[in-house]
């Protein structure tokens, strides 16, 4: 038996390869997003249940799962650290590669080594996230150094390079964002107004690519159930139509990558990183649910 979901050590054998990006350099409230990952994977290593219980299987002895950090991420500034990041991405081989963050700007790394393999306009990004992530660069709150890698300008960069957008979550913008997303129709923006809640039906008929890639800032969710993040926002995602929506996404659509970023550990508080780390064993085992089906068959 596997000591941890995280059971191998060989990012070149592993059915999902789970690369993290400790960087939090463009954060614009607080701070604390580079201490993310490692809390999430401790969560793998010693908190999340090996066994699957919506398959009736301990997933860790069918999928190989391993962990690299990208060294040195620190020090760098945000072009370097998109750099870095795509580098280590774009040289992943597992079938399934996910990043964990770090500040949301870290997907656009990610991203760029998806457009390296496939054509974005094929790749709709199905985002979670309480932001739009759409504004040009972060000159509205930092104008000492602005930058175009900024976590608040993520999506701008991938829908500029063709990436369909579908958001989910979204319930703080400003007229910037709201005037981007409305003049283009391969972004689908659901708010979360108070209003009802869209069936999760509805927000999947919504990606209209086969290919799906899965951006998930943490503080999409409600801050009842996440509330370590670095830019909090009331009235978020319920847990169970999370975990349920995105199981419906990767079982209709094709999952070619997928990231959880924006988790900032607070002190006497684990829910998100423990949070963090369900979803992302969840995504891996619904991603590889054929497999595990047909062992568990063979048990019986
Ligand atoms: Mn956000």
Redesign the pocket.
């Known amino acids: 038996m596997p000591q941890s979901i995280i059971n191998t050590k060989d990012p070149k054998v592993a059915d999902a390869h789970i690369i993290s990006a400790p960087y939090d350099a463009t954060a614009s409230f607080h701070k604390g997003t580079a201490l993310g990952p490692k809390k999430v994977v401790e969560c793998l290593n010693t908190q999340i249940e090996f066994w699957d219980k919506r398959y009736g299987i301990e997933s860790t002895d069918y999928i190989k799962i391993a962990h690299t950090e990208i060294p040195g991420l620190a020090k760098m500034a945000p072009d370097e650290a998109h750099a870095a990041v795509v580098k280590m991405c774009s040289e992943s081989v597992a079938p399934l590669t996910l990043l964990l963050g770090g500040e949301?700007s870290m997907s656009f790394g990610a991203l760029k080594a998806l457009a390296k393999k496939e054509n974005p306009k094929d790749i709709t990004i199905f985002q979670i996230?309480?932001?739009c992530?759409l504004r040009k660069d972060d000159s509205d709150y930092n104008d000492t150094d602005p930058t175009e890698y900024a976590h608040s300008a993520v999506m701008r960069r991938a829908h500029e390079i063709g990436f369909n957008l579908v958001q989910v979550g979204i319930r703080a913008y400003s007229k910037e964002e709201s005037d981007y997303f409305s003049s283009f129709k391969n972004i689908k923006t659901f708010e979360w107004n108070g209003e009802k809640i869209p069936s999760i039906a509805k927000v999947v008929s919504a990606i209209n690519t086969k290919k799906v890639y899965i951006s998930i800032?943490v503080?999409?969710i409600d801050p009842a159930y996440m509330p370590g993040t670095g830019?909090p926002v009331q009235g978020g995602l319920e847990w169970w139509y999370t975990l349920k929506l995105l199981e419906k996404v990767i079982e209709k659509k094709t999952l070619v990558g997928a990231d959880v970023v924006?988790v900032s550990p607070v002190s006497d508080n684990v829910l998100t990183e423990y949070g963090a780390a369900q979803i992302v064993y969840n995504m891996i085992n619904t991603f590889y649910k054929k497999r595990l089906l047909e062992a568990k068959k063979k048990l019986k």
């Open positions: 949301h996230d309480a932001h992530d800032d503080d999409g830019t924006e």
